[in-house]
Each structure stands twice: as structure tokens, then as C-alpha cells.
């Protein structure tokens, strides 16, 4: 046996082969080290790239806490998905004409003392309780948030606003958060405002409103010219009132919606809240049911513009849909650059 000083201990003219428990021991923290390497320059893009392969070759969606995988990929992902809630719908169709049959056959009266009678009567309610269920499920699941089209002005301008040589800044602490901005915003324009937290994204927003005076330069709005404003810390949101109080500060059970009557509880469910939890405290909502509530106030009656701060936060996939898609109307929103 042959020891070098400091390493370790070769048997190799002994045994041939290596001390490969002396070796972890003083090379421990080396060997980890290097498989740390390993693992960030290839294992892991190597993982990261095969799974965005089958993201593109696969589709994964959640449905009522079930994970679907769709065969036919992103691109037919909407399609397969409606074919498959029309699937589940023939077939509680096709449930809800057996079921009938079994109640009906039950309702007409049968000995008690059968004993496969007593059965298939135990059988029969399950089947209505359990049908019944699924029912309320799957409404639950291809239900949709309804937002009433936004009757568009008279007025044919083009013009918003626009800002020449803007800039904002705080005092306590002394920061310039924007700097002669230029910008002229028309109708159908689509802007992005990129960039971290704090940088000025809603800052942006609020001297648009006239929140905040700027410091230099002038920002011009068309006349007449109002928004209905969607914050995004949902300042307007008071934790101890309810839904119904949040929508009707005033009281009662109906509100305007565009100049319209509606009972608070049927305006509720057009966007997908319970009509039953309507006294419920919005305390006892997610923030993305908080966001829908809010955005459910502010298209209530919208002004002539619409500036949402980050409204995507939290919400429903169909909801984002209405949005991004601008079937609102003209809006406004930033959203923040993760990093």
C-alpha cells in the first residue's frame, strides 16, 4: 500500500483499484462543486430545451383541477378544447336521459319489500344527486365573463393626448422617474410599457389622469376627455364591504350599468361571481376574484377612456382573453418586465 501525504490512498498495486471512500472524504466539496457546474451548463438547458419541445408538441391545460393533455398541440389547442366540453355534453345528455327513466320508474311506486327494488331506488337518487353535480360542474366550467359592448362616442377625432417634453420626478427622495418624455397617443394605437417595478409605469398612468403635475413640459388631453381608472393596488376595494356594497355604495339592489338598470346579483354573474355570496366581505376573495370585482365596477360605467394598471394580475384566462383582444374599447395598461 502506497500513501501519498495530504491525498489519498492508492490500492492499486494491492487491490487496483481506487479508495474511492478516502477520495470523497478530502475531495467532497471539489466533486460537489463541479456537478454543480454540470447540472447549470448542461443538464440543465438540456432539460429546459427538451421540455419546451413537448410544450410545443403537446398542450397541457387544467380543467377543474384536472390536467388535459391535447395530442394536437398549442396551435389546436382551442379547438381540441371545444370538442371537448361538446363531448362531456353529449354525454350527460345522454346521463340525464337515463336518469329520467330511473326516476320516473321510481315515482311510479314499487314494493319496498323487493329487495333489488330498494336497490335500484338507492341507485336511481345517486345517479340524479351525482348527475346534478356534474352538471353544475361543467356550467361552472364553460361559463364566461359577459362585459356589455362599450357604445363608442360620436366623436370621429383621432386625438387623446399627448406629452412634450415631460418630466416627473420625487422630491423626498430626490429621484427623476421619467424625462422628456414625447409621446402622442391616438385612438386604435397600441402602446407597450415595459420595463421593472418603480420605474414609472404607473406614473406614467397617474400624470395621464392628472394625479401627478409634472415637472416640466405640458400633456395635452382631447377636450372633454375622462377615464375610468383600474389601479392595481385596488385602492378602491375596502376589505370590510361586501360585493354588493362595492358595486352599490349607495345601497339598494340595482345599479347603472351604461345607463341601464341591472339587479346587482344578475350583474354578479355576468361576471362569474355567485349571486348567493353577494353580502359575502371581499375579504374572503383571491386576488384575481378581487380584480374581476373591481373591473366589474369600473365597465359598469366607463368614461370616454379606459386606463387599466396591470389588470392581467391574477385573472381568468377568458377575461385576459376579453382584454388583449381590445373588446372593450381603446385601453391602457402596463404590465411589469420580470426578470
Partial sequence: ????????VIYEKIFGYVNWIGFWTL???????????????????LVTSLLFLLVLSLAIGSDR??????????????????????????ELKNRKQFVNIEVEWANKGVKARVKRNVKRLERAKELKDQLEKDES????????????????????SKFIAEFHKVSIGYEIPKKTILKDINLKINKKDRIGLIGKNGTGKSTFLKALLGEIESQKGTIKLKKNMNFSYFDQLRNDLNNDNSLKK????SGGDYLKVQGKDRHVCSY?????????KATDSISTLSGGQQNRLLLAKVLANPQTGLILDEPTNDLDLETMDLLTKGRLAAILFPQPLTS
Fill in 268 to 276: 354578479l354573474k355576468d361576471f362569474m361571481f355567485d349571486p348567493s
Fill in 1 to 8: 500500500m502506497q500513501k501519498i501525504e495530504n491525498k489519498y
Fill in 246 to 249: 362595492i358595486l352599490v355604495p
Fill in 137 to 156: 360542474s361543467y356550467r361552472k366550467a364553460i361559463q364566461t365573463v359577459k362585459i356589455n359592448k362599450i357604445i363608442p362616442g360620436l366623436d370621429n
Fill in 27 to 45: 475531495y467532497k466539496k471539489e466533486v460537489l462543486r463541479f456537478l454543480i457546474v454540470v447540472i447549470q451548463t448542461i443538464i440543465s438547458p
Fill in 65 to 90: 383541477g384536472n390536467l388535459r393533455v391535447s395530442p394536437s398541440g398549442f396551435k389546436n389547442f382551442d379547438r381540441w378544447s371545444q370538442e371537448m366540453f361538446e363531448q362531456e355534453a353529449r
